[in-house]
């Protein structure tokens, strides 16, 4: 595994499972490799040690945030926190259509998933 510094990603790689028709063979391709989970305890403890917080005050802010986050999704927004990225909401449909707009419904919804976009600064 290796770190693509102008991006700030672990990768690893991944031989692909079809066969390419110029080379014959099968080829390798970077995927995002995740050196493990670093949980709320952990960053909550990094947090307070760069600051005037205690690692509990930082644990009940980012319990805090998870909350307000979740209500403003639920509530139709997205949310946009500035160096971060934003955090909005998608939808799959079940393929079934329906002719006129009016007739358009949740029995039609078969996911719906939270996605974030990373902010992206200067490159």
Known sequence: M???????????????????????QKLYYPVAHSRGVVGMNLIAERMAARSCLSQGDVIAVLYNLQDEVHRALSDGYSVKIDGLGSFFVTLDATGNGVEKAEMVGSGQVKKVRVRFREERGNE
Do not use: A, T
């Open 2 to 24: 290796k770190k693509i510094n102008s991006r700030n990603v672990w990768i690893k790689p991944k031989q692909s499972v079809f066969v390419d028709k110029k080379s014959g």
